[in-house]
Structures are given as C-alpha cells and as structure tokens.
C-alpha cells in the first residue's frame, strides 16, 4: 500500500471513529493488565462477563494477592486456560505489589518480565494506558496487514515492524485499535464483508467480496 494510500485507510477509519478505545472493560490501569492476561485466547466479551463481579472486589495487585489464586480462578473459570491464567495473575500481582509499589511500569522490558504477559499484552498495556505509540499485533491486525497489503509479516514482530515504519501521523496512537475492530466487524477471517467496507478502494486484496452473500453463492459443494 502506498504512503498516500495509508493516510486515506487512516483518515477514513478515525473519520468514523474519532476515538477508539479498546472493548476490554476496566477501571485502572492495573485492572487492565489483569484484564488483557486474560483475553489471551479468549474473546473480550467472554473476559468482560468474568471481570465485572471481580473488578469490583478487586482493584489492586494487593487486593488480587489477598484474593488468592482459588478465589480469582472461581471469577474466571468461564475463560479459557483460566488455571495458568489465574496463576499468572496472582504471580504478576505479587511482583508488581514487592517491585513496583502496587503500581503497573510504564515500560515494555518490564512489563514482558511479569508472569503471563508477552510483547502483545505489553503493547496494549503502553498504549491504552500511557498513550504510547504502540501496536499489539493480534490475529485480527496481523491478517488486516496482510491482506490489504497495509503492512505484510509473516510474524505478527514483522507486521509490527512494519506498522511503526508506516503508520503516519497523527494517527499511530489510534492505529492498533481501528485495525482490531476493522478485523473484527468488517475484514472478517472467512468471509471480509468488502461490500461495506469503507477502505475497499485502497485495499489489495484481490477475491473481495463485493456483495453480501457472494461468497456463499460461489462456494463449492460438500462432496
């Protein structure tokens, strides 16, 4: 995609979403970090449901040690993969109470130090929470990049890359959540739904589907 193409896919994007925000539910910053561990493998509506009656016992790393990893996994035993989850949170809480004073880094070396937490969580952590001009590259973004030719990797590291090397100003800060959603609601992994896609013009992928339930139409027969 070229450079004058970008700043268009961006303009349209935040034209229809001035402000983007993630669908995570939370009240703190360190309630966010719990929250984005959990979302691992794991949908946001499913995290949301579980963190509600939690969040509102919790809002602390102390608060969460005192919990204690039976108590938080009794909250989130809907989640998928909850019992490391659980462990992870409690570990992440410990330090973060012994290290940091209770309070979340504001740095991505040691956020990826803690238990449960990868370059993604990290990623999202900086940016919904300090405002950094980071892009936590999950499956939605990861297949956006490459299907539109927007930023190609065949990592999601390389499609990261390759996003802080493209996205301009002023819309990096934004950028990681107009994709998600872009991923999530309208480039969809099985069927893009191009015919109401507001950046179908400056996209390069070539089979678009360019009216709803095209693709079903020109599918094959089950043998």
């Given at each position: 995609?070229?450079?004058?193409?970008?700043?268009?896919?961006?303009?349209?994007?935040?034209?229809?979403?001035?402000?983007?925000?993630?669908?995570?539910?939370?009240?703190?910053?360190?309630?966010?970090?719990?929250?984005?561990?959990?979302?691992?493998?794991?949908?946001?509506?499913?995290?949301?449901?579980?963190?509600?009656?939690?969040?509102?016992?919790?809002?602390?790393?102390?608060?969460?040690?005192?919990?204690?990893?039976?108590?938080?996994?009794?909250?989130?035993?809907?989640?998928?993969?909850?019992?490391?989850?659980?462990?992870?949170?409690?570990?992440?809480?410990?330090?973060?109470?012994?290290?940091?004073?209770?309070?979340?880094?504001?740095?991505?070396?040691?956020?990826?130090?803690?238990?449960?937490?990868?370059?993604?969580?990290?990623?999202?952590?900086?940016?919904?929470?300090?405002?950094?001009?980071?892009?936590?590259?999950?499956?939605?973004?990861?297949?956006?990049?490459?299907?539109?030719?927007?930023?190609?990797?065949k990592t999601p590291l390389a499609v990261e890359k390759q996003l802080e090397k493209k996205v301009p100003e002023?819309?990096?800060?934004?950028?990681h959540h107009w994709l998600i959603l872009h991923g999530r609601y309208i480039c969809k992994a099985r069927t893009p739904?191009?015919?109401?896609?507001?950046?179908?013009?400056?996209?390069?992928?070539?089979?678009?589907?360019?009216?709803?339930?095209?693709?079903?139409?020109?599918?094959?027969?089950?043998?």
């Amino acid at each position: 995609m070229k450079k004058d193409d970008i700043f268009e896919f961006f303009r349209r994007l935040a034209e229809l979403n001035p402000s983007p925000e993630t669908e995570l539910e939370f009240g703190n910053t360190y309630q966010l970090l719990v929250a984005v561990v959990l979302s691992a493998q794991a949908t946001d509506v499913g995290v949301n449901k579980a963190t509600r009656a939690l969040f509102r016992e919790v809002t602390t790393p102390q608060q969460m040690v005192d919990l204690g990893e039976e108590g938080l996994k009794q909250h989130i035993k809907t989640i998928g993969l909850f019992n490391s989850k659980a462990k992870n949170v409690i570990a992440l809480s410990e330090i973060l109470v012994r290290d940091y004073g209770g309070e979340v880094p504001e740095d991505r070396d040691a956020l990826v130090e803690l238990p449960g937490v990868g370059r993604k969580t990290a990623n999202v952590v900086m940016n919904c929470a300090f405002g950094a001009e980071t892009f936590a590259v999950d499956t939605h973004i990861f297949r956006v990049g490459n299907r539109t030719g927007l930023a190609k990797g065949k990592t999601p590291l390389a499609v990261e890359k390759q996003l802080e090397k493209k996205v301009p100003e002023p819309f990096r800060v934004g950028a990681h959540h107009w994709l998600i959603l872009h991923g999530r609601y309208i480039c969809k992994a099985r069927t893009p739904e191009c015919w109401r896609c507001p950046v179908v013009d400056l996209c390069g992928y070539k089979p678009k589907v360019l009216e709803k339930g095209a693709a079903k139409k020109t599918s094959k027969p089950r043998a």
